[in-house]
């Protein structure tokens, strides 16, 4: 009986190592079948086409410059969070999404940045972001009808830099603020930010943009029903809004 019972424990334990080992060799073909279909894909699937959605500004052979790709490439020679990173070197890329297919098309679909502003710095003007990020120098004989930021040094002023970016922001998007002109934002504290529109200078201080535009453009039709000539309106003040005739002494 005790014999019958050893064999009996014998035999589970051949066949349980029989099943070790079916288990181990198949986990062993599956690794070589991986890493040879692996160097495979590597070493023998090539790029035979780079195809770009999205890019408006960036040209296409600007963007192949940028990821360092082109045809005759492994496909998975440069991995996708690489040629993101590239892309991204440039400012005009917020983001990117990259696809590589198996045909070895490779294809890429970008979101450039959206210029908002023209920044002036010592008479040379450059196209800016919504968060003030400076994309690229403006071409001579561009025209672009866009406010500009003058006479704030994004460097040291940052702080007022940044306050006329997000004023630019609300303009941006607020397209009910009409103008016949350039207009232009200055100041050196968020305090101080000053609009030109239409030759009239408007203090808008800082904060409360989206409220400040709306009384401006009460203000103004005011002082066209009115044809009042204005030297500047004071927005900066939460209960009372200054209008300063052409001509009149300060203080009157």
């Not at 590597?42 to 999205?54: P, Q, S, T, Y």
């Not at 990821?67 to 440069?78: H, M, T, V, Y």
């Given at each position: 009986m005790n014999i019958n019972r050893r064999?009996?424990?014998?035999?589970?334990?051949?066949?349980?190592?029989?099943?070790?080992?079916?288990?181990?060799?198949?986990?062993?073909?599956?690794?070589?079948?991986?890493?040879?279909?692996?160097?495979?894909?590597?070493?023998?699937?090539?790029?035979?086409?780079?195809?770009?959605?999205?890019?408006?500004?960036?040209?296409?052979?600007?963007?192949?410059?940028?990821?360092?790709?082109?045809?005759?490439?492994?496909?998975?020679?440069?991995?996708?969070?690489?040629?993101?990173?590239?892309?991204?070197?440039?400012?005009?890329?917020?983001?990117?999404?990259?696809?590589?297919?198996?045909?070895?098309?490779?294809?890429?679909?970008?979101?450039?940045?959206?210029?908002?502003?023209?920044?002036?710095?010592?008479?040379?003007?450059?196209?800016?972001?919504?968060?003030?990020?400076?994309?690229?120098?403006?071409?001579?004989?561009?025209?672009?009808?866009?406010?500009?930021?003058?006479?704030?040094?994004?460097?040291?002023?940052?702080?007022?830099?940044?306050?006329?970016?997000?004023?630019?922001?609300?303009?941006?998007?607020?397209?009910?603020?009409?103008?016949?002109?350039?207009?232009?934002?200055?100041?050196?504290?968020?305090?101080?930010?000053?609009?030109?529109?239409?030759?009239?200078?408007?203090?808008?201080?800082?904060?409360?943009?989206?409220?400040?535009?709306?009384?401006?453009?009460?203000?103004?039709?005011?002082?066209?029903?009115?044809?009042?000539?204005?030297?500047?309106?004071?927005?900066?003040?939460?209960?009372?809004?200054?209008?300063?005739?052409?001509?009149?002494?300060?203080?009157?």
């Open positions: 064999n009996l424990r014998s035999l589970q334990r051949k066949k349980e190592s029989k099943k070790i080992k079916f288990v181990v060799f198949l986990f062993l073909i599956f690794v070589i079948a991986f890493s040879a279909a692996y160097f495979l894909i590597k070493n023998h699937m090539l790029v035979r086409d780079i195809a770009f959605e999205g890019n408006h500004h960036l040209k296409n052979d600007e963007l192949k410059s940028l990821i360092k790709l082109k045809n005759g490439d492994e496909l998975f020679g440069i991995s996708g969070r690489e040629l993101y990173k590239r892309l991204k070197s440039s400012p005009w890329i917020r983001d990117a999404v990259i696809k590589k297919e198996l045909s070895g098309r490779v294809l890429i679909n970008v979101t450039e940045a959206v210029p908002v502003a023209i920044l002036s710095i010592a008479g040379r003007p450059y196209l800016i972001d919504r968060e003030g990020n400076i994309l690229e120098p403006m071409k001579e004989g561009t025209v672009l009808f866009l406010p500009v930021i003058k006479d704030i040094d994004y460097k040291n002023n940052r702080e007022a830099y940044l306050e006329a970016v997000r004023f630019v922001d609300v303009l941006h998007n607020k397209r009910g603020v009409s103008y016949d002109g350039t207009i232009e934002i200055t100041g050196q504290r968020p305090e101080d930010i000053t609009l030109k529109l239409d030759n009239i200078s408007i203090k808008i201080g800082a904060g409360d943009f989206d409220k400040k535009l709306e009384r401006l453009e009460f203000v103004r039709d005011e002082i066209e029903k009115r044809n009042m000539s204005v030297e500047y309106i004071d927005l900066r003040f939460a209960n009372k809004i200054i209008v300063k005739p052409a001509g009149s002494v300060e203080g009157e």
